[in-house]
T-cell receptor, first 113, second 114 residues
Framework: DAGVTQSPTHLIKTRGQHVTLRCSPISGHKSVSWYQQVLGQGPQFIFQYYEKEERGRGNFPDRFSARQFPNYSSELNVNALLLGDSALYLC????????????FGQGTRLTVV | GENVEQHPSTLSVQEGDSAVIKCTYSDSASNYFPWYKQELGKGPQLIIDIRSNVGEKKDQRIAVTLNKTAKHFSLHITETQPEDSAVYFCAALSSDQAGTALIFGKGTTLSVSS
């Protein structure tokens, strides 16, 4: 079975631009969460979606938004990019809303210049 | 909210030795504690987890212990091998008004030399 897949793997954007990151969860998993990982730190929670509804939101500005589609795939959108948004963006899928047994994708490395 | 502290930040051992990584958490309501291994250029890989109704869990060379009273949990790796070299993260599942999220420690870089 395929694991969590994310696209693209790498991305370079200019300050002020917009970016969309995509995630496909493990087959049968209905929960998708997004995390930001800055170099040298642990992942930091951004959003959780379960059954297409937002179930949780971390301490990130409104420039960050997300959605989940009927097939449970998800998109993370970031507007008005800042240099500080440069990070590894990770998607995790879980079989349940409670976010246990979360499996991560390989991430999207975003560089803002 | 939940806060997770992880120690040490770096750990160097000889092949065959044991390695122990310790984490503390602040929210006594947390009831799920996973450990992840992250290799360079990859996403975190779930290696073992423990729920609050269990004190210890073992999977081959890896074990996790949980002390709910003291609010700390530890990862034990026995008979370490060079392929165990990676960054290890502990996490606690936090549920509050912001939702349900994994709160991670800052990571431990484990180096196993042969």
């Amino acid at each position: 079975d395929a694991g969590v897949t994310q696209s693209p793997t790498h991305l370079i954007k200019t300050r002020g631009q917009h970016v969309t990151l995509r995630c496909s969860p493990i087959s049968g998993h209905k929960s998708v969460s997004w995390y930001q990982q800055v170099l040298g730190q642990g992942p930091q929670f951004i959003f959780q979606y379960y059954e297409k509804e937002e179930r949780g939101r971390g301490n990130f500005p409104d420039r960050f938004s997300a959605r989940q589609f009927p097939n449970y795939s998800s998109e993370l959108n970031v507007n008005a990019l800042l240099l500080g948004d440069s990070a590894l963006y990770l998607c995790a899928s879980s079989p349940q809303a409670g976010n246990t047994e979360a499996f991560f994708g390989q991430g999207t490395r975003l560089t803002v210049v | 909210g939940e806060n997770v502290e992880q120690h040490p930040s770096t750990l160097s051992v000889q092949e065959g030795d044991s390695a122990v990584i310790k984490c503390t958490y602040s929210d006594s309501a947390s009831n799920y504690f996973p450990w992840y291994k992250q290799e360079l250029g990859k996403g975190p890989q779930l290696i073992i987890d423990i729920r609050s109704n269990v004190g210890e869990k073992k999977d081959q060379r890896i074990a996790v212990t949980l002390n709910k009273t003291a609010k700390h949990f530890s990862l034990h790796i026995t008979e370490t091998q060079p392929e165990d070299s990676a960054v290890y993260f502990c996490a606690a599942l936090s549920s509050d008004q912001a939702g349900t999220a994994l709160i991670f420690g800052k990571g431990t870089t484990l180096s196993v030399s042969s």
